[in-house]
């Protein structure tokens, strides 16, 4: 996968980083858009972590920022990050500065519209094959409310289902995710 992304972005091959870590911690930050790995204490209300507990080979990409460099054009999101044949893309939605309170049903409609059209122009470069999982995650709260609105849920999916017929794009609202086999 990683030939077919810097075959379809040439300038993209600095925003790809290879990890081999059993543990990346990936946060947003508004001003510099690169990729920040925390290295240190996790902070559980700002990090998405990724677990690798194999210690397997896999990439970042930082989408927003590097890969597309520049905030005029459409929308992107955040990061993404890839193993074989998945591809997962994250969106960050949480609500900044902190402490503001905004629904999280919003937050999950505002991270599909910027996943969407992220995963559409890797699929129109013909990243992907017949065989690659994509999945996308919303980052949206600090504090995941349980159970999340299944209506909203249910929204996203069909959203996600109708924008792209012949892919599975999985969806989930997440903080972290976990590597397999």
């Known amino acids: 996968m990683k030939s077919r992304i810097e ?10 980083i290879h990890h081999t870590r059993t543990v990346r911690r990936i946060f947003d930050c508004p001003i510099r858009k690169l990729t920040l ?7 559980p209300d700002l990090d998405f972590e990724i677990a690798n507990p194999s210690g397997r080979d896999f990439y970042t990409i930082s989408v927003d920022g590097c890969l597309y460099p520049t905030s005029r054009g459409p929308k992107r999101c955040d990061y993404a990050f890839f193993w074989n044949e998945t591809i997962v893309f994250v969106e960050f939605k949480l609500g900044m500065p902190v402490g503001k309170r905004t629904n999280v049903s919003v937050r999950m ?7 969407i059209p992220t995963i559409r122009r890797f699929q129109r470069h013909g990243v992907f094959l017949e065989e690659t999982k994509v ?7 600090r504090r995941p409310i349980r159970p999340l609105n299944t209506i909203s849920m249910q929204a996203a999916k069909d959203k996600l289902k109708t924008a792209f017929p012949t892919l599975n794009v999985k ?9 397999l086999r």
Do not use: M, W
Request: charged share 20%; with cysteine; aromatic share 10%.
């Open 37 to 43: 790995y925390r290295t240190g204490t996790r902070d």
């Open 109 to 115: 409609g505002q991270a599909l519209n910027q996943l």
């Open 135 to 141: 999945e996308a995650i919303a980052f949206v709260s």
């Open 7 to 16: 075959r379809a972005y040439p300038h993209g091959s600095r925003c790809i």
């Open 171 to 179: 969806f989930k609202v997440s903080k972290s995710r976990t590597l």
